[in-house]
């Protein structure tokens, strides 16, 4: 069989690239990574990985270098707005690691990236390779065609390049995913900027209709992370770069709690960016393309589960290749779909409600998921 046939091209090498990649690679296969941008570099913000991130991460050996670099709370707290009153405790910590056998780590996600990307050989990732046009011949290989005038063949495509993905474009045709009329202000700062301020290691601050969740993201907390999300519905920019107004940042908290908005008022810069979701997806694969992550089911941050749940596609994609090879792609993909679909699907709309954690929630659908253990589900119809 010819080399092209056998190699695994993955388009986007953010965290859920860079994840199957790690995830393909440790299970014998060969593995390209396209990026279009020229090279990665440390921009993004503070990521919570749950218990059923990590236990995906620990099967890439993960555990201990991320614990190394991120923060382990000893419980998350909800609170309401105005009054600071605890509606929900969430014990996390050494009973959390007890139960589900990894730990639950605040990150910054630069350090994630950065770890994933480790995993992968540099000569396995190619940047400035923005992809302009995909072509399935039929005969066991897609082309892929990049602006650089540069092409690539490949047995498989994965479609890692999220929400604005070019690869489900190809597949489906383009649409434009749906405006929440909600903006989320972030900031990443030193943790010395609120003077002594007591606060909780990892809380969410549930307002009427805007909420701000906050938590260190270092082993000795001298780091802290915010995002506040509030309904501005002209507001359409979803560049995580897009510099945000601090003088309407604290205008749109300004009925909080003091500690909230010394939080908000501590940060340096700010960096503002429009939350948008789509419905879940009939299908996520045709031929040799397939989509992981926010390529095919995005969420807005309300459960702290995108991330996490690109993480579990890519390794049970990964588990499912393992199973069949690359002889039986369409096999393979059906599979994962069938697998993962249910989930994601409940996820996006559990996520859509913005609730999670508010009061006493059921966290064991989510939280216990091992997607290196987790049953592979009968494939669905193949599409045609």
Same mark, same amino acid.
């Given at each position: 069989?010819?080399?092209?046939?056998?190699?695994? /091209?993955?388009?986007?090498?953010?965290? %859920? +690239? #860079?994840?199957?990649?790690?995830? =393909?690679?440790?299970? &014998? $296969?060969?593995?390209?990574?396209?990026?279009?941008?020229?090279?990665?570099?440390?921009?993004?913000?503070?990521?919570?990985?749950? /218990?059923?991130?990590?236990?995906?991460? %620990? +099967? #890439?050996?993960?555990?201990?270098? =991320?614990?190394?670099? &991120? $923060?382990?709370?000893?419980?998350?707290?909800?609170?309401?707005?105005?009054?600071?009153?605890?509606?929900?405790?969430?014990?996390?910590?050494?009973?959390?690691?007890?139960?589900? +056998?990894?730990?639950?780590?605040?990150?910054?996600?630069?350090?994630?990236?950065?770890?994933?990307?480790?995993?992968?050989?540099?000569?396995?990732?190619?940047?400035?390779?923005?992809?302009?046009?995909?072509?399935?011949?039929?005969?066991?290989?897609?082309?892929?065609?990049?602006?650089?005038?540069?092409?690539?063949?490949?047995?498989?495509?994965?479609?890692?390049?999220?929400?604005?993905?070019?690869?489900?474009?190809?597949?489906?045709?383009?649409?434009?995913?749906?405006?929440?009329?909600?903006?989320?202000?972030?900031?990443?700062?030193?943790?010395?900027?609120?003077?002594?301020?007591?606060?909780?290691?990892?809380?969410?601050?549930?307002?009427?209709?805007?909420?701000?969740?906050?938590?260190?993201?270092?082993?000795?907390?001298?780091?802290?992370?915010?995002?506040?999300?509030?309904?501005?519905?002209?507001?359409?920019?979803?560049?995580?770069?897009?510099?945000?107004?601090?003088?309407?940042?604290?205008?749109?908290?300004?009925?909080?709690?003091?500690?909230?908005?010394?939080?908000?008022?501590?940060?340096?810069?700010?960096?503002?960016?429009?939350?948008?979701?789509?419905?879940?997806?009939?299908?996520?694969?045709?031929?040799?393309?397939?989509?992981?992550?926010?390529?095919?089911?995005?969420?807005?941050?309300?459960?702290?589960?995108?991330?996490?749940?690109?993480?579990?596609?890519?390794?049970?994609?990964?588990?499912?290749?393992?199973?069949?090879?690359?002889?039986?792609?369409?096999?393979?993909?059906?599979?994962?779909?069938?697998?993962?679909?249910?989930?994601?699907?409940?996820?996006?709309?559990?996520?859509?409600?913005?609730?999670?954690?508010?009061?006493?929630?059921?966290?064991?659908?989510?939280?216990?998921?091992?997607?290196?253990?987790?049953?592979?589900?009968?494939?669905?119809?193949?599409?045609?």
């Amino acid at each position: 069989m010819k080399t092209e046939k056998r190699k695994i /091209a993955i388009v986007g090498a953010g965290i %859920g +690239g #860079l994840t199957a990649a790690a995830s =393909l690679l440790r299970l &014998g $296969f060969t593995v390209e990574v396209y990026e279009q941008a020229e090279q990665f570099a440390p921009i993004g913000a503070g990521i919570q990985l749950t /218990a059923n991130a990590m236990q995906a991460l %620990g +099967g #890439l050996g993960l555990i201990e270098p =991320l614990r190394s670099k &991120g $923060f382990v709370p000893a419980a998350f707290h909800s609170r309401e707005w105005d009054t600071a009153k605890v509606t929900n405790v969430l014990v996390m910590g050494k009973s959390l690691e007890e139960r589900y +056998g990894t730990p639950d780590l605040m990150i910054h996600r630069a350090r994630l990236h950065a770890v994933l990307a480790a995993l992968t050989p540099c000569k396995c990732i190619h940047f400035s390779k923005k992809l302009i046009g995909i072509e399935h011949n039929g005969s066991g290989v897609t082309a892929l065609a990049f602006a650089d005038g540069s092409r690539a063949e490949a047995a498989l495509v994965i479609g890692a390049d999220g929400i604005h993905s070019m690869v489900r474009e190809a597949l489906f045709g383009a649409d434009e995913p749906r405006f929440t009329g909600r903006v989320a202000y972030r900031a990443t700062y030193p943790t010395e900027r609120i003077r002594g301020l007591a606060i909780d290691e990892r809380a969410k601050w549930w307002g009427p209709d805007r909420h701000v969740v906050h938590y260190f993201t270092t082993p000795n907390k001298d780091e802290i992370y915010f995002i506040a999300v509030t309904p501005e519905p002209n507001f359409r920019v979803e560049s995580w770069s897009m510099v945000g107004d601090k003088n309407m940042l604290r205008a749109a908290f300004a009925g909080f709690h003091p500690i909230v908005r010394t939080i908000l008022s501590a940060a340096p810069e700010i960096r503002k960016w429009a939350l948008v979701e789509r419905d879940p997806m009939p299908s996520w694969w045709e031929n040799s393309i397939v989509l992981l992550g926010d390529a095919c089911h995005p969420m807005a941050p309300y459960m702290a589960q995108g991330a996490a749940t690109a993480i579990e596609d890519a390794v049970i994609l990964a588990r499912c290749l393992e199973h069949v090879g690359c002889d039986d792609i369409s096999k393979a993909l059906a599979v994962y779909t069938a697998s993962r679909k249910p989930r994601t699907d409940r996820m996006q709309l559990t996520n859509r409600e913005n609730t999670w954690l508010r009061e006493r929630t059921d966290t064991e659908w989510v939280y216990e998921y091992d997607a290196w253990r987790a049953r592979l589900a009968l494939p669905e119809s193949s599409p045609t």
